[in-house]
């Protein structure tokens, strides 16, 4: 896992304090019972905290996984 | 030492990681802390930050944050009949008072909907009022005021107020007013939290809109922190000890004279004069203030002479003038007022006095003057307000300064007398027992905030005070004092149960004021023959601070206090000294049913 991975593990791991660290890549929210849409907002800001960028609230939806926001996040910070 | 940065009180910034690492550390088997949030939007991390910023002040507890269904702000605290619970925190916003006012609403915004909100709006105000005076007594309520921008549905363009905009503010005013002055709630001070949140926008329509939040997330952990304050409000400081020349006044009163050292407008030296209205108004409500001046004490006379002095002298005791180092006047001060560094604040113009001071006496707040820095000059004035603010004034406040400077004349007496004994029997004392005291917000302050006379260092919530309060067989008494020196007020507080013929206490303080006048031995007595007990379990635990409680203990019993502290009647009849007290009862027959 690259740096931005196990950054994002790491806010996962806030996040859902019960989540094994081997769950956390294959992590997503049919996966994760605890994963509801208040979770995913607090997501969104401890990721913001963590990488110090502006998530959009418009992406919620998409966000849904840990590989889709690793993705996203990759992509976020290699135009910054 | 600090220079003037004021900090408001609150101002520990949290960011949401680590607000819910924090909440995420709480003790496994901690009491728990249960504080229903009443929001009508979408609490999210307005919780978040809550539990966070309670559970820092309440490190051995277990908070609970439960916060109400979206939307049902008036239902959730009509809905709050629990009296187990240990506060009520309410955020209250536009919103709240009218749907229309919520940018979420699809309510019109047309020409009649201005009058029909403002009169919702006193309804619903009403109605709020009256769910929080049925809220269990004893349970806190703490209430933030709105503070989002209202929508632009008013017929003025937005840099002027409307008429029915200032009837909102004025209701939600005249709203808080009231139920501060029944004591129902603590109200959030609405410009203090604007000004400690971040420069940056306090609403978020995105996240209003799209979650249900309309708070940004800076404004949503100031709004908590302001909340958890006041739900957990830190102890106020004591005393402040003041030095005089370019503090207190302008100029050295040694040099240019009594007559010429200054605190008024015409001299430019207004500041010393603010400095002395603030000190003045804090010994008024209970502070106690103190002089440490390296000085003359014949030309300071002649200052304290002068008419316009604004800290008059009898609002000052002790003065401790001399030119030995400050560190002995501190102590000295410190001695009379027989309360700890930690509760105190030491304010003096010159570094190198307070570092001095700061050093012999650890745990002391020291405060630099700012002579000629007048923004530095109004945040140490709100920083003392801060430290030494009381959420509320008791009588027993009025009297602390007289109390103390009689306590010191009382022992300048007993010295003098021909023997302890004679002296006492001469003190012409009176103690009265309240039986009924259990929810006079004194007892529990003194509970609260006494440690040296203290059974175990045992803080209460209210919840708790009350639940130990009101369970079968409790006794619970207070004792006031007065002797031919004037009265000490409310001194003492006990409370335990009674099991047969044996009574279990389980807390137990007396104020230091109270020292050497066999008031617990009195107490002691009066709850042997009020409970018919034979023997008394003490809830025993040894702290850094409880050494007279101890050294009492080592006195009645002989011996080191330990855990299993019991002490039979026949024991305690034993080495009772003479009490030459006059007793008097309050309300025994209305405790005891």
Known sequence: ?80 | MQNCNFVPQGENVLKITEALKITQSTPVNAHPFCVVLACGFTPLHLQTFLSAHLQQSLPNRKVVVAPGLYGTLAETLEATSDAAIDGIAVALEWSDLDARLDFRSAGSWGRSAAAEIVANAQAMLDRLAAAIARVPSGVRVVLSLPTLPLPPLFHTPGWQASEEELHLESKIFRFAAAVTQSARATVINVRRLLEVSSPGPHFDLKSHLHTGLPYTTPHADRVASQLALALVPPAPKKGIISDLDDTLWNGIAGEVGPENVSWDMASHSHLHGLYQKLLASLSEHGTLVGIASKNDPKVVARVFEREDILLRPEQVFPLEVNWNAKSGSVSRILGTWNIAADSVIFVDNSPMELAEVAAVHPGIECVLFPKNDYAAGLAMLRQLRDACGKQRVSSDDALRLESIRQGAAFRVQAAAAATPESFLAQAEAIVTFDFGCAAEPRVLELVNKTNQFNLNGRRFSTADWRSLTSQPDAVVLSASYEDKFGPLGTIAVVAGAVHGKRLAIETWVMSCRAFARRIEQQTLKMLFASTGAEEVDFDFVHTAKNGPLQEFFAAVTGEQPTAQLRLRRAQFDGSCPALYHAVRELRRAEAHG
């Open chain 1, 1 to 80: 896992m690259d740096d931005t991975g196990r950054r994002l593990a790491g806010c996962f791991q806030v996040v859902f304090p019960n989540l094994r660290e081997a769950e956390i890549p294959s992590a997503s929210q049919q996966t994760v019972a605890a994963w509801d849409s208040v979770a995913a907002i607090i997501m969104m800001n401890v990721i913001e905290d963590e990488f110090a960028l502006q998530m959009d609230l418009d992406d919620l939806a998409d966000l849904d996984s840990f590989a889709k926001i690793h993705t996203h996040l990759q992509k976020r910070l290699q135009v910054a």
